[in-house]
Structures are given as structure tokens and as C-alpha cells.
């Protein structure tokens, strides 16, 4: 290709009838956008010199006018746990990172799921206090080819084939900020990750949790809650001023939760912000308000990125969870090891250096 050719148009991302329409110019054969969808999900196929079972010509005939389309890893960063974190480059230079978690060992014999966290944007508009994504900024949507993509490329690097995995839509990015793409997402993951397997973690867009509430097949919903008192998650979640604590759990008391599924909330605790006894008991109070299921994930520190905030120890990491459990929540304690720090959005960690300077925080003031 020239520098003067229009860019070739990419194939993942389109539905079926919209991919036997894309290439309906190409072949009479109606069957071929089945076999190419299949070669470029289930096989994983990159490009189509692959897929040996089209007609030589039509491959030809493909190659000149579109592309897959699956993001070029640029790096990889691999931890002690199994966990590797790539970061990919998309068509248009913009980068964006998925991670890979391997199934936890001592469950991988009996059959445990390896984990994918993939983003959603390619940045964040929410400026959460505790994620260095927010830091960078708002950054574009992305598109739905791109979304599955990132999980189709670590799929191949990895070598696990359909429903061997979970997928989490826990990356960069507030998903329900980017509803159209991320629920075309959905649809076309489906052939590879049941929805049972599929999780979406919010910061709480309430109009986003209804509008997703509507689909027939729905992921598992986690929620970036952090604190129950108004004025503390404002503090925090500076999203909260616009979709409260009450309107979000207004919100989530109508979810139609499946027989024994529940809503994971996701707490990031601070070192002498939220980490209290008080912060705990008003956390219990709200929680027991819908079947649950607390994370609490003690932060990620970063002293370039999130300057201020600290970690909490894991004495009072553990009275915290202590107080949750004796009010009867269902509580886990995330400490995130290497990369599968992955339990919340914005929490990974150990970013490339980004192309601008960091945005100034929230407006985030100790207490
Ligand atoms: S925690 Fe999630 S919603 Fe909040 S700024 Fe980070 S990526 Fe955005």
C-alpha cells in the first residue's frame, strides 16, 4: 500500500449480515461471510492469507480492499503471577492496554477460566481520585472491532480457544460511557464468552446501568462504589455529583438480577480517606440493600501518578473487611499482585508514559 491509498476498511466489529454486505461485491457465495467470521474469531486468524479454505482470488480480492483489523501489540509486560499486560496500537496511532490473567493455579486443574480485561477508551472523561487513567484525560471511544480485538489478540498469543475464558470490561475506559460500541461488543463476544462470563464495571452512569438493564442477555455488574457517604464519593468519584449515591442504588435495586447472580461493588480503599470503621458500617448499611458482593481492593499507589494517596496497611485493610463481614456482606480482599491488580478500572498499574501531561486530580481534599 502507498501512502496515497485510502486506508482499507476493517472487518471485526461488523455483524454478520453487515459483513455478507461488506464483501457482497467480492463473492456470490453467501456462505463466505460465515467462513470468514468464523476464521477471524474462532481461528484467530490476523489477515487472509490464513484462511486457506477461500478461494485464492477472493482472498486476493479481500486483501486489496479491507483488513481484519486486530490492534499491534506494541509492548508486553509481564509479571511474576502469570498476569501480562499488553499494550496495544490501534490504526490510528492511539494506544490502549488489555491484561491477561491466567486461571488461579490451584483451580486451573479443575477447569478455572483464564481472565481478559479489556478497555473501552482510550483514556477517561471521570477523573476518578484513585486511577491513573483518569489522570490521562478523556481520550476517543472505541469502536467495537477494536474492543474485541484486544481480546481476540491475547486469545491467540495465549492459545485458548472459545469459552475458555472471562472477560472484563475493566480497562481503561468507563464502558457505560461508550454504550453503542461496548454492547456491539457484547453481541459479537457472545460466540466466545457466555454473558454469565462477561462482567462490566461501572463508576455508576445511572442512565447507562438502565439502558444496559434493557439487554435480553446481560453481563455481570460491578460498581465502582467506594464510599456510601454522598460527600465522601463526590470527593473520590467526582461523578457522584451528577449520578448520586441514591440514584445509583435506585438504579441497581431494579437490575434484573438472574437466580444467583449478584452485583460485585468494588471499593478502593485509601489510606485514611475511606478506610474507616464509620466508612465501613455506612458501606455495610448500603450494600445489604441489593444481593452482593463486596471487592475491596486497596489502591494501587503511584507517587508520579496519584501523588497524596496511599495504600492502606493491611491491618486496616483487614479491620475494614473485618466490619463488612460481621454485618453479614459477602466481602473479598483484592491486593493485587503484579498485574492482575485488574479488579477495578484504573487500577493497573506501571503505564507507559503518555504523549501529554497528566491533568491536574480531582478535586479531592483529605479529610
Ligand atoms: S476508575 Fe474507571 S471510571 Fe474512574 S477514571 Fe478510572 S477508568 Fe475512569
Do not use: H
Amino acid at each position: 500500500m502507498s501512502f496515497s491509498d485510502p486506508p482499507k476498511t476493517p472487518l471485526l466489529g461488523l455483524s454478520l449480515p453487515e459483513l455478507a454486505q461488506a464483501i457482497a461485491p467480492l463473492t456470490r457465495e453467501r456462505f463466505r461471510a460465515a467462513q470468514l467470521t468464523r476464521w477471524m474469531t474462532e481461528r484467530r486468524a490476523a489477515g487472509f492469507d490464513a484462511m486457506t479454505d477461500l478461494p485464492v482470488a477472493l482472498r486476493a480480492a479481500l486483501d486489496e480492499r479491507f483488513v481484519v483489523g486486530l490492534p499491534e501489540v506494541e509492548a508486553r509486560t509481564p509479571a511474576e503471577d502469570g498476569a501480562e499486560k499488553l499494550l496495544f496500537r490501534l490504526a490510528d496511532g492511539v494506544k490502549v492496554e488489555a491484561v491477561y490473567i491466567p486461571a488461579p493455579r490451584k483451580r486451573a486443574s479443575a477447569g478455572e477460566r483464564v481472565t481478559v480485561c479489556v478497555s473501552s477508551q482510550a483514556g477517561c472523561a471521570v477523573n476518578c481520585a484513585f486511577c491513573v487513567t483518569g489522570r490521562i484525560g478523556a481520550g476517543r471511544n472505541l469502536t467495537a472491532g477494536e474492543i474485541l480485538g484486544q481480546y481476540l489478540v491475547v486469545a491467540r498469543e495465549k492459545g485458548f480457544g472459545p469459552r475458555a475464558a472471562n472477560v472484563v470490561f475493566m480497562g481503561m475506559g468507563e464502558p457505560l460511557l461508550n454504550l453503542p460500541n461496548v454492547s456491539r461488543a457484547l453481541d459479537l463476544l457472545e460466540v466466545e464468552v457466555s454473558p454469565r462470563r462477561t462482567t462490566l464495571s461501572t463508576a455508576g452512569v445511572v442512565p447507562g446501568i438502565r439502558e444496559l438493564a434493557k439487554r435480553e442477555r446481560r453481563p455481570n455488574l460491578a460498581v465502582s462504589l467506594t464510599a456510601a457517604d454522598e460527600e465522601l464519593r463526590t470527593r473520590l468519584m467526582p461523578i457522584n455529583a451528577r449520578w448520586s449515591v441514591a440514584e445509583l442504588l435506585e438504579a441497581l435495586a431494579e437490575w434484573p438480577l438472574e437466580p444467583g447472580r449478584r452485583i460485585t461493588f468494588e471499593v478502593v480503599l485509601v489510606a485514611g480517606v475511606n478506610d474507616t470503621p464509620e466508612a465501613a458500617r455506612a458501606l455495610a448499611r448500603l450494600v445489604k440493600r441489593v444481593p452482593s458482593k463486596v471487592n475491596l481492593i486497596p489502591l494501587n499507589e503511584s507517587a508520579e501518578w496519584l501523588p497524596g494517596l496511599t495504600r492502606p496497611s493491611a491491618e486496616r485493610v483487614d479491620a475494614f473487611g473485618r466490619l463488612l463481614a460481621a454485618s453479614g456482606v459477602d466481602v473479598t480482599v483484592r491486593w493485587s499482585k503484579g498485574l492482575g491488580a485488574a479488579a477495578a478500572c484504573g487500577q493497573l498499574k506501571g503505564r507507559e508514559a503518555p504523549a501529554r501531561a497528566p491533568r491536574p486530580p480531582a478535586p479531592f481534599v483529605r479529610s
